[in-house]
């Protein structure tokens, strides 16, 4: 990562590597955090909470939603989060906002489909300014930025130019959104030459998920 930002012209410093644990027990989670990990990301909110629940006293880890949301879950996800990188409709903004307890302000990213296939998670291309509209108007959820996933069959270089496209778009009615949450084990090299500024890496670091047969 601090090499592949030193060739992009970057700071290093302003890229953070978020952990994905997916499948992986909490005992992980533990593990990571002696070895200075503060930022986890998991795809499940069952999981998401169980582990939360289950590390209550790792209270300087920040945990982040990174995977698809269903409306009936907003509460729960809500309650387990302090991040969410997946809001990509308006329902899902409302439901998060009205799941809003005293647990003050929410940070949430604007997640973008970056393929053809509408039955992919995210907004599309053209509807994420106004979906970030819509979540600034919700003061109990703060826009953070953008998040997307790179196209399996399409160089993830052209994929991150069209979110960066986009989070340049959203920074201009927000300019406080300056996150972009893109890059994954195999691609976050062409994210941060994209500007990514938080990367979400997984098996680079954890190895491969358990059987969960």
Known sequence: MAEAARRAGRDPG??????????????????????????????RQQELT?????????????WHFIGQAQTNKAAAIRRASDV????????????????ADDDGVLDVLVQVNLTEDAGRGGSTLADAEAL????????????????????????????????RAVADRIR?????????????????????????????IGSAITGPRPDRG
């Open 14 to 43: 302003e890229i953070t590597r978020i952990v994905v644990t997916k499948f992986h027990p909490a005992q992980l989670v533990r593990d990571l955090r002696a070895l200075g990990v503060t930022e986890v990301g998991e795809n």
């Open 132 to 163: 970030a509209e819509h979540v600034l108007g919700l003061e109990s959820l703060r826009l953070r930025g953008v998040m997307a996933v790179a196209p399996l069959d399409e160089d993830p270089a052209s994929a991150f130019a069209r979110l």
């Open 172 to 200: 201009v009615i927000a300019p406080e959104a300056t996150w972009i949450s893109a890059g994954m084990t195999g691609d976050f090299v062409q994210a941060i030459d994209a500007g990514a500024t938080h990367l979400r």
């Open 50 to 62: 169980a582990k939360r629940d289950d590390l209550v006293d790792l209270d300087d880890v920040r």
């Open 84 to 99: 969410v990188h997946s809001v990509d409709r308006t329902r899902l903004a409302d439901a998060l906002h009205r799941a």
